[in-house]
């Protein structure tokens, strides 16, 4: 059994509470909250023995083993880091951390302390992503990998009425990039690694976030296209176009239906039934790993995790986008 402590209670937690709560090796100890009444709170609903307004007070428990982190992406690293140097095994919600330098001093952190670091991409632990790899062969040479995920936020509203929701919040280092371009970043840098030429543009709003944003990058004789949105929203379903045919998935951030399109016109259903939520793949990925004694994910690698952050800071770098947590430490 791992005994997991989580930090931050959002909608996010709750759906990973449900998840983990499929896998027989998973134990709620602990959850930490700035306040002491919106932990208790969720405590109650999820029956968690132990509530802290003290990170390191928790992390020096002997109650639980790992963390799982769902706080802002701007805590990311300095939560994550906590942990780690109280020898907790870390499972960090995407983007793990806010920019290169950080993901860095994270992966330092967990060699130098000999845990597990994993970045919580659900999509690329799910069955349906391990059927993408296994079948890519099939459409021959890969011309075009295209992915999309624009979902439009009611948080623009509010944005729009004058106030500043976080997810536009330059200070947690948020926006339509890190929220959502991510889930079309990784699985690329999985299936074909880092790309060697990035071009990116975006729309910036009123608070300096990007509301949304567009990324072709080169991969000598293939290209990649992504488009990301957090105020309009998109039905495209995502495409890895080869020569003898093109893999046509659902949507990138949870995929569940694959096919392939034949260039003689005939269509190959890959589908298979999920049997669990989404995120359960990626907790017992983590548990797993933890029982056999490993430090890392042979899917989530820390090298993937740096890749997708290179990726992504080159991005904002041409978009003009800087987080707060860009310019400490310098």
Not at 153 to 159: G, K, N, Q, V, W
Not at 177 to 203: H, N, R
Not at 230 to 258: C, H, R, W, Y
Request: charged share 25%.
């Amino acid at each position: 059994m791992i005994r997991f402590g989580i930090i931050g209670t959002s909608w996010i937690t709750e759906r990973f509470i449900q998840a983990g709560m499929e896998s027989g090796e998973f134990v709620l100890s602990a959850v930490y909250s700035r306040t002491e009444e919106k932990g208790r709170a969720f405590a109650t609903k999820y029956d968690i023995p132990m509530v802290y307004t003290d990170l390191k007070e928790m992390v020096s428990s002997n109650e639980l083993d790992a963390v799982y982190i769902a706080s802002p992406n701007s805590s990311h690293a300095e939560q994550a880091i906590v942990c780690m140097n109280h020898g907790k095994h870390v499972l960090c919600e995407k983007p793990m951390a806010s920019n290169v330098r950080e993901m860095q001093e994270m992966i330092d952190t967990a060699r130098t302390n000999d845990v597990l670091l994993m970045e919580a991409m659900k999509s690329t632990l799910m069955p349906s992503f391990t059927i993408m790899k296994d079948n890519l062969y099939k459409i021959g040479r890969i011309r075009r990998y295209f992915a999309s995920f624009c979902r439009y936020t009611s948080s623009y509203e509010e944005l729009q009425k004058g106030n500043i929701p976080n997810v536009f919040n330059l200070s947690y280092s948020n926006g339509s990039l890190m929220d959502l371009g991510v889930y079309c970043i990784y699985p690329m840098v999985t299936l074909f690694g880092k790309p060697q030429s990035i071009e990116a543009t975006g729309v910036l709003l009123s608070t300096g976030a990007d509301g949304e944003g567009s990324m072709v990058m080169q991969y000598g004789k293939m290209d990649a296209v992504i488009m990301h949105s957090k105020i309009a929203d998109s039905f495209l379903p995502v495409e890895i176009q080869g020569e003898n045919g093109t893999m046509v998935i659902d949507k990138i951030s949870s995929p569940q239906d694959v096919k392939i399109h034949y260039r003689d016109g005939t269509i190959e259903d890959l589908n298979r039934p999920d049997i669990h939520k989404p995120m359960y793949y990626e907790i017992q990925e983590f548990i797993e790993l933890l029982q056999m004694g490993q430090r890392e994910s042979s899917v989530n690698t820390l090298a993937n995790s740096l890749a997708v952050a290179r990726v992504m800071e080159e991005a904002r770098r041409q978009i003009g986008i800087q987080y707060p947590a860009d310019r400490l430490r310098e």
